[in-house]
T-cell receptor
Framework: NAGVTQTPKFQVLKTGQSMTLQCAQDMNHEYMSWYRQDPGMGLRLIHYSVGAGITDQGEVPNGYNVSRSTTEDFPLRLLSAAPSQTSVYFC???????????????FGEGSRLTVL | DAKTTQPTSMDCAEGRAANLPCNHSTISGNEYVYWYRQIHSQGPQYIIHGLKNNETNEMASLIITEDRKSSTLILPHATLRDTAVYYCIVRVGGTGGFKTIFGAGTRLFVKA
């Protein structure tokens, strides 16, 4: 049971390049989300999904796209990278319902992105 | 979801109890209080949550005031490894972490 797995862990991009951050979970969680964390700051919600085929915007969605074709995967796409997108990106997942449901979010280890 | 207010930073001596306050004066009746912490640059880790009653688990205790407008997270015997940023969050329960918004949190420094 790997939990939430993010790849890559580190990435350097040039301005204008596109890329996809991958997130996969093996806990059969319905809910998945992406956050970004700038240095010395808290986490800000980018996009989230409450199930396959359903996504919605968070606090800072501009410049990012998501899709949820399977329960397991929730990739985050940067369409045209900008230096302002230099950040650490965290993916999280949670079970929607369970017998002793706590609403606990499980986080990945993060993907550190630098845009030059 | 209700907003929360936390002190920016706090200090605590190793071995002493760390009491981290959180104000959530606009909390609704069906909103839970959750606490997470983030050690260094790792992903946040769930600590505890509660609705009305005080809660305790192996990591911490959560004290919620009777009017539910504030709460305190208690780490009974803080260690150096408890140095982290602690986030207090309020949101409707039973929705799988639906649109969970994090604030700036409290940076706790545990000193030897």
């Amino acid at each position: 049971n790997a939990g939430v797995t993010q790849t890559p862990k580190f990435q350097v991009l040039k301005t204008g390049q596109s890329m996809t951050l991958q997130c996969a979970q093996d806990m059969n969680h319905e809910y998945m989300s992406w956050y970004r964390q700038d240095p010395g700051m808290g986490l800000r919600l980018i996009h989230y999904s409450v199930g396959a085929g359903i996504t919605d915007q968070g606090e800072v969605p501009n410049g990012y796209n998501v899709s949820r074709s399977t329960t397991e995967d929730f990739p985050l796409r940067l369409l045209s990278a900008a230096p302002s997108q230099t950040s650490v990106y965290f993916c999280a997942s949670s079970s929607r319902t369970s017998g002793d449901y706590t609403g606990e979010l499980f986080f990945g280890e993060g993907s550190r992105l630098t845009v030059l | 979801d209700a907003k929360t207010t936390q002190p920016t930073s706090m200090d605590c001596a190793e071995g002493r109890a760390a009491n981290l306050p959180c104000n959530h004066s606009t909390i609704s009746g069906n909103e839970y209080v959750y606490w997470y912490r983030q050690i260094h640059s790792q992903g946040p880790q769930y600590i505890i949550h509660g609705l009305k009653n005080n809660e305790t688990n192996e990591m911490a205790s959560l004290i919620i005031t009777e009017d539910r407008k504030s709460s305190t997270l208690i780490l009974p015997h803080a260690t150096l490894r408890d140095t982290a940023v602690y986030y207090c969050i309020v949101r409707v329960g039973g929705t799988g972490g639906f649109k969970t918004i994090f604030g700036a949190g409290t940076r706790l420094f545990v000193k030897a």
